[in-house]
């Protein structure tokens, strides 16, 4: 079912420029895209692990859509995969391993009716905010994160949307993305603190900025007011889940009024909430199911019961708060189990407590703070150097603390 979107794409594109990369010179037309994956030789059996940070990414992909064989997504090649403690049925075609909002790592599951649901459901929300046939996307998010998949990935393989991906979402990688060859008209996706910095950094001046749409944690309105204060550009607020994909979107043309406002619920999709304004979702693009779940009424038949609050106003979805466990770190959820195993792991931390604490930057959301007990042959900076060699550089703490003996 998806392969053979993808071929439709294939036969109408063949020869136009699909992927640009910077491990790639000269960038991959569809054509050669489909050629790279039919070089992969994959695994004889268990999920195909394709890694963000390779080049053959998207490549591998399509090598395993195209054998019918699940795909495991990680950001890094560094990265182990989790352990699957369940048997998949045989349409999965995706898994993604991520503690998401509850802050309980695990493995979610797709179906190949679901993720192309989802892919669809993206797409049509990106042409409903004005993409054409002559746009490209800019990849300075994760490829491999829920966020950069749903809105990168998905669309250049069902919906044959060209994909840049740029070194990282520094300011000077987004210029050169925005000022290489004769496009211009971009789709640039991002997190709040991104949209700051590049804000701040003025390359949001760029005429060349179709479409901007921010997700991942709360945009402010004096962020979103002030980028079309000083540019023009409307910041489209847009939110989902990593287990449901996509949920609202703000399509209006001008700044919003009210913070707590995320957007329109989308087509297909149910919103309602509980007596203590708990959010559920029930859509077609919806996991199938999660392994390693402690929360069994998180998956409850029809809806997805989320870890937000917030409350439903004719088509549109306000948000309040979260009640999950996880820890967002401008717009990436961070586990505090995680963390405190990596402590742990150092010889000489006795007691390791995880914590979030509110920044007093809004648009990063959340940091992370460890309260420690070491032993006396231990010290801090050993255990920070040991904790960066195991953690990824958002999931490391901010805040350090150590408790008394």
């Not at 136009?16 to 790639?24: E, I, K, N, V």
């Not at 195909?48 to 195209?66: K, M, Q, R, S």
């Not at 909002?101 to 993206?122: C, H, K, P, Q, V």
Request: a negative charge; proline letters at 6%.
């Amino acid at each position: 079912m998806l392969y053979e979107r993808w071929t439709g794409i294939l036969d109408k594109r063949r020869h136009d420029l699909a992927l640009r990369h910077p491990d790639l010179a000269d960038g991959w037309t569809f054509d050669q895209l489909d050629q790279e994956a039919q070089k992969i030789v994959l695994p004889e059996s268990g999920p195909i692990v394709a890694n963000g940070d390779d080049p053959l990414f998207i490549p591998t992909v399509l090598a395993a859509w195209a054998k019918r064989r699940p795909v495991l997504i990680q950001e890094q090649k560094k990265q182990v995969p989790m352990e699957i403690h369940t048997d998949l049925p045989n349409d999965i075609a995706l898994i993604k391993q991520s503690c998401g909002a509850s802050g309980i790592e695990r493995s979610l599951f797709y179906g190949e009716t679901r993720l192309l649901a989802e892919g669809m459901r993206n797409i049509h929300a990106l042409e409903s905010l004005g993409m054409t046939s002559d746009c490209r996307s800019l990849g300075a998010i994760s490829l491999a994160h829920s966020y950069g998949f749903g809105c990168l990935v998905l669309p250049l393989l069902l919906a044959g949307i060209p994909l840049d991906v740029l070194s990282g979402p520094l300011p000077m990688f987004v210029q050169q993305g925005l000022d290489r060859g004769p496009e211009k008209s971009f789709f640039l996706p991002g997190v709040p603190a991104l949209w700051k910095t590049w804000w701040l950094t003025k390359i949001l001046h760029h005429p060349s900025i179709r479409i901007a749409v921010s997700a991942g944690a709360p945009l402010s309105l004096e962020l979103e007011q002030g980028i079309w204060n000083d540019t023009g550009l409307k910041v489209h607020n847009f939110y989902g889940t990593g287990e449901t994909g996509a949920v609202t979107c703000d399509f209006t043309n001008e700044p919003r009024t009210e913070t707590s406002l995320l957007g329109t619920i989308l087509p297909g999709i149910d919103v309602k909430t509980d007596a203590d304004q708990r959010i559920y979702v029930k859509t077609d693009a919806t996991a199938r199911f999660a392994d390693r779940l402690l929360t069994p009424d998180e998956f409850t038949e029809p809806y997805y019961r989320t870890m937000d609050i917030g409350e439903v106003r004719g088509n549109e979805l306000h948000w309040h708060t979260h009640t999950g466990e996880a820890i967002n770190v401008a717009g990436r959820k961070v586990s505090p189990a995680k963390i405190e195993r990596a402590c742990l792991s150092l010889t000489g931390v006795t007691n390791a407590k995880v914590t979030s604490q509110r920044s007093r930057d809004f648009e990063r959301f959340e940091e992370v703070k460890v309260a420690v007990q070491l032993e006396p042959e231990c010290d801090l900076k050993a255990l920070k150097h040991h904790a960066a060699e195991i953690l990824d550089s958002w999931e490391m703490p901010r805040h350090w603390e150590l408790l008394p003996d």
